[in-house]
């Protein structure tokens, strides 16, 4: 790929920069054994993952009828956030932010996270320095970055090619094609290898070999 080209790099999160893909198959099987149900391996947890998170509970087999979407989601998040502290940064992470600051390329965050822990975590790792914005959501329901995405990509105001978006899931490749930016995606994070192979994007398996290609 082209350094060059970008003027700015739009990453998501959880799952590509925080390393939280083990906390979020762990605080699941919490959820489905207090439910006596059967509970999923890291491997299937990567394959029925999906967006809207929605979906994600119906494949594992959860009720989400009625308000126990409301139920499963506040415990879910209460558990995570309870936990959070227990997952750090990819390997790599660092150095792919700077070097992306190096270059002087604008860099944002765009995550299914709530706003409010967003930036509480990106300043717990001390990384403020990195972006220019933190865009997150209003609620805990990780239902789709599709709007925020659209938004931060008109006030960006850049043309199309000039913005990469990184992440490591199919809707990750579903924002940046619609907001008409190049996508990147990262096979270690919360979806499968082959779910990602599906998506018109450039595939890499860690931020290390991430690193790798723009280094040389």
């Known amino acids: 790929m082209n350094l060059k080209k970008y003027k ?4 998501d999160w959880n799952g590509t920069l925080f390393e939280d893909v083990d906390l979020c198959c762990s605080i699941m099987n919490g959820i489905l054994s207090r439910r006596n149900m059967s509970r999923i391996t890291f491997e299937k947890y990567k394959e029925v993952f999906t967006f809207p998170v929605i979906e994600y509970y119906k494949r594992v087999g959860l009720d989400v009828s009625g308000k126990n979407w409301e139920i499963l989601s506040n415990e879910f998040i209460d558990e995570y956030e ?4 227990e997952c750090g940064l990819y390997e790599k992470a660092i150095d792919i932010l700077e070097l ?4 002087g390329i604008k860099q ?7 706003q409010h822990t967003l930036e509480e975590m990106i300043n717990r790792f001390e990384l403020s320095q990195y972006f ?10 990780a239902a789709s970055k599709l709007e925020n995405g659209i938004l931060w990509m008109n006030e960006l ?12 899931t199919v809707h990750d490749c579903e924002v940046a094609n619609h907001i008409k930016a190049d996508s990147l995606l990262i096979s ?3 979806q499968t290898k082959n ?16 690193l790798n290609v723009f280094e040389s």
């Not at 944002?108 to 709530?114: N, W």
Request: proline share 0%; net charge negative.
């Open 157 to 168: 105001g850049h043309s199309e090619g000039e913005v990469l978006l990184i992440g490591d």
């Open 8 to 11: 700015h790099i739009i990453w």
């Open 100 to 103: 992306f600051k190096s270059k």
């Open 108 to 114: 944002s965050v765009l995550s299914a996270y709530s």
């Open 132 to 141: 220019i914005r933190l865009v997150g959501l209003d609620n805990i329901y």
């Open 195 to 210: 779910e990602l192979l599906k998506c018109n994007a450039v595939l890499v398996d860690n931020l290390k070999e991430l």
């Open 188 to 190: 270690n994070g919360h």
């Open 82 to 85: 309870a936990r959070k502290d």
